[in-house]
């Protein structure tokens, strides 16, 4: 608790200050969870009315509604996952948690967040799509992903026939998002196990001897351009948006949320967005070695033209609306994105901004090295590797979440197969949620 | 340990003598001779097999086949190859006896090679290539790669760096302590202090290939379509994979005026494909082509189409399609082609395509939105298309309008040909 009391020391005294979004995260870890007859938290034990919990999450889009519990080291696997998300409730419960998502449109970022730990609330996406991802609770799985290691909440929507696939989306998503937020609910009244504050203001820009520290901007670049595979933000897709100056707390505090459920694996859950570790680690040297100036989101439209107008304007307010001396860009989506990429570590070099950049090399499986970038221009001189698509034999399992089949694998889920493992959700993650990098060999 | 040495004429002893057939020569010659004295006891040289290097290049995979017999014969535990120093000739025929004496024999064999070689990237995976500096580290390079070979021939492991052999250029994970976010903030700062930091991923080099020679009169010319955005005939009668594809479909268009709405579906998972499904013209432009066809601009448009899902399709697999469907369209009689690209990976599949065809002195144009890609794979001539999801179309404008846009573009695609 010492560091959470020094902070709101220091943020109260820049109380004045010039970037104000203040956002307190308590987490409290849960250790168990477990079907019961109402829904609460006991000594880190989560209790969930199932029954009670369907009827609340239940549309008339679905034709049912089941949940499922996951536990870790348990033989299953979850199959056909779409996003994950990890149980969150804002202080005007879940009415304005994810706004404009789920909850009503406001400000996010500012005042208190409750988050649960070690828990997570999973979709399973039950329309065909061009390719879906699974989750082991047990096995070689496990070192892919970080759901192998959280309980998990899995939903089961079946839709109505004839349903719409945005229609569905939006239900599906709806309801996950209201089930993480019903559950963080629970602990709104529990002693925090953890507590984090996030505020840009108040912290000083020259480090112990006084010299200046560099100032760092976020470039965060979005998949868009196809339906169902762009975020949400604010509710919105972010198809048409410009490069969109933000608050690394509206980040953080489910301003956005994944809607990839084309080809799921090409972008991070929901869960990784509101953990954002790029963020994070920029938020964690704020003031110490670097300056977390703030972040940038960027979409990545289909046309050349339209590319290089957002690499050029997202350049542009790095440089002059930032003041930034250097940027971090990652990408979501698949190859052209790439180029998204590098055209804006292009174009920020070019105004005199330094860039580093981080991928995941998926887009070849097995392959040689020179498979894993489409583009070759020697400003991007320093990128960072969250993983490599190898791959992987996974064993049999006793029980199956969700669908018996999914596309890329040609047996039922339940047996053993081999296959690349980017089709593990939360592997190969874009955002470096990963202890996996590539070496060669 | 048995073993057998391939060298080329020079270090054979035979000069200059690059059109020299495959010969046997007893025992060691030269550096392997060297590395036997020097390796006393562990190995025997029983026979030398020289071969030159334009004699492999003319005769490809019958000369090879010629001396992995030769050396075969000799029933060995291992072969050395080279070293190859900087020959790009020596490097193929080194890499490819290499590459067969170890799937049709199972024999180890070990190769030498300089960084810049050419050849290195087409061998490094599949066989043990020892980095070698030039020639005067002719010697002690053959030294490593008997070592190497008896290594291999012993069933040990190789620690590749270690032991001055290059990597086989393919990639693993490994589990490390400190996450991506860090290590790419740690390398920002060290970039911004000046410091020395080391980059993961490496910027690719594609290599270019020569611009194949203009057509003259376009009026006389057959055109072919390829493409990589996956159209087949409904049902995808050849099985292309919609994604990674290792093969392409080949479908008529012999009689037809323009591709009708339902006769196609598109195996592809990288762009939103209903554009092309509504009207496949938007990837294949038979209508416009058609139309420059009865106007006499272009002689004839080529009766197959060929097409492909480039969707992360490994460039080995993509320059191989290139190759056959290069020697397809020659034979053919096709003068020149168009090749119409969809998304990121896509583009890069296709740009290999397109360097193949241009190898095979076939001028095409490739036809891409993400020209950026195109540039930096090195196709020669681009023309930029409207979108990834409707290369040749425009969404949302009346069909005829569209097909007007679309000739005008076809057009100007086309007088790339001529330069």
């Not at chain 2, 097999?49 to 014969?73: K, P, Q, T, W």
């Not at chain 2, 020892?130 to 290594?151: F, H, L, N």
């Not at chain 2, 996450?179 to 911004?192: D, G, H, T």
């Not at chain 2, 499904?277 to 002689?299: C, F, H, S, W, Y």
Request: charged share 20%; aromatic share 6%; net charge negative.
């Amino acid at each position: 608790m010492t560091t959470e009391f020094k902070l709101c020391i220091i943020t109260k005294k820049y109380k004045n200050g010039a970037v104000l979004l203040k956002l307190r995260v308590d987490t409290i870890h849960v250790k168990q969870v477990i079907f019961g007859d109402s829904t609460y938290i006991k000594n880190g034990v989560l209790t969930i009315d199932r029954k009670g919990l369907c009827q609340l999450l239940m549309s008339p889009v679905f034709e049912s509604l089941d949940l499922e519990l996951a536990s870790p080291g348990e033989s299953c696997r979850i199959s056909g996952v779409g996003d994950v998300i990890r149980p969150m409730v804002a202080s005007g419960g879940w009415e304005a948690s994810f706004p404009g998502t789920l909850g009503r449109l406001c400000q996010a970022g500012d005042g208190r967040l409750v988050e649960l730990s070690g828990v997570a609330v999973v979709e399973t996406w039950e329309l065909p799509a061009m390719s879906k991802t699974f989750i082991d609770m047990s096995g070689p799985g496990v070192k892919y992903s970080p759901f192998s290691q959280t309980y998990n909440l899995v939903i089961i929507a079946k839709p109505v026939s004839g349903v719409e696939r945005t229609s569905y989306a939006r239900e599906l998503k709806k309801a996950s998002l209201k089930a993480a937020a019903i559950l963080a609910q629970t602990a709104v009244n529990e002693e925090p196990d953890e507590c984090e504050l996030f505020c840009l203001g108040g912290v000083s820009d020259v480090d112990a001897e006084g010299k200046k520290l560099p100032r760092v901007v976020y470039i965060y670049q979005v998949f868009s351009h196809q339906t169902l595979a762009e975020p949400l933000f604010y509710g919105d897709n972010c198809r048409g948006m410009l490069p969109t100056p933000v608050h690394p707390n509206e980040i953080l505090a489910g301003a956005l949320v994944n809607n990839c459920y084309e080809q799921v694996h090409n972008a991070d859950t929901t869960y990784v967005i509101q953990t954002h570790p790029v963020i994070k680690e920029l938020y964690r040297r704020h003031g110490k070695d670097l300056y977390f100036a703030g972040v940038i989101l960027k979409n990545t439209p289909s046309a050349q033209k339209e590319k290089e107008r957002m690499a050029m304007i997202a350049a542009a307010q790095a440089k002059n609306l930032f003041h930034a001396d250097a940027a971090i860009i990652t990408k979501e989506g698949g190859g052209h994105p790439q180029i998204d990429m590098a055209m804006t570590c292009q174009a920020c070099e070019k105004q005199g901004v330094k860039t580093a950049l981080m991928l995941t090399e998926f887009l070849v499986n097995d392959g040689s090295r020179e498979e894993v970038l489409i583009f070759s221009n020697p400003e991007a001189d320093a990128i960072v590797s969250a993983g490599y698509c190898e791959t992987v034999e996974f064993p049999p399992v006793d029980r199956v979440c969700g669908s018996m089949f999914i596309p890329d694998i040609s047996v039922p889920m339940n047996e053993g197969f081999s296959c690349m493992c980017k089709l593990v959700r939360g592997s190969l993650s874009q955002l470096g949620d990963s202890w996996l990098r590539s070496k060669e060999r | 340990m048995r073993a057998v040495y391939f060298t080329n004429q020079y270090y054979g002893g035979f000069g200059n003598k690059m059109n020299m057939a495959p010969r046997i020569l007893e025992g060691a010659v030269g550096p392997a001779a060297a590395a036997e004295k020097m390796l006393v006891g562990q190995v025997t040289f029983v026979a030398t097999v020289v071969c030159g290097d334009n004699y492999i290049m003319e005769h490809r995979d019958d000369a090879v086949f010629e001396v992995v017999d030769l050396i075969l014969s000799f029933a060995p535990d291992f072969v050395i190859a080279g070293p190859a120093i900087s020959s790009a000739n020596a490097g193929t025929a080194c890499g490819e006896i290499c590459l067969t004496l170890k799937e049709r024999a199972g024999i180890p064999a070990v190769t030498a090679m300089d960084e810049h070689n050419l050849a290195l990237e087409l061998y490094r995976m599949n066989t043990y290539i020892i980095r070698s500096e030039g020639a005067w580290d002719v010697e002690s390079a053959t030294m490593r790669m008997t070592r190497v070979a008896i290594r291999l021939a012993r069933g040990e492991t190789v620690e590749l760096e270690a032991e001055g052999c290059f990597s086989h250029g393919l990639k693993r994970n490994v589990t490390v302590e400190e996450k991506a976010p860090e290590r790419v903030v740690n390398m920002l700062l060290a970039k911004l202090r000046g410091d020395a930091f080391e980059t993961e991923v490496k910027l690719p080099d594609f290599g270019t290939v020569k611009r194949a020679a203009p057509i003259k009169e376009l009026g006389k010319a057959t055109i072919a379509v390829v493409t990589d955005g996956g159209l087949v005939p409904v049902g995808n009668p050849d099985g292309i994979e919609a994604s990674a594809a290792t093969k392409y479909s080949v479908f008529s268009i012999e009689g037809k005026d323009f591709l009708e709405e339902g006769d196609f579906e598109v195996a592809h998972m990288g762009y939103d494909v209903s554009y092309v499904t509504n009207d496949p013209n938007r990837l294949v432009p038979l209508d416009a082509l058609r139309e420059l066809e009865n106007a006499g601009k272009i002689g004839r448009v080529f009766e197959n189409v060929y097409s492909t899902s480039g969707v992360i399709t490994p460039l080995v697999a993509s320059r191989r399609m290139g190759e056959h469907i290069a020697a397809e369209l020659g034979e053919g009689g096709v003068d020149a082609a168009l090749l119409v690209s969809t998304c990121g990976s896509s583009t890069r599949c296709g740009a290999t395509i397109v360097k193949e065809l241009e190898r095979a002195g076939i001028p095409t144009v490739h036809i891409c939105s993400l020209s950026r890609v195109a540039q930096m794979i090195g196709s020669n001539r681009i023309y930029e298309a409207n979108s990834i999801t409707w290369p040749l179309g425009m969404e949302g404008l009346p069909r005829e309008s569209e097909k007007a846009l679309r000739k005008a573009m076809v057009e100007g695609a086309l007088a790339l040909l001529a330069q």
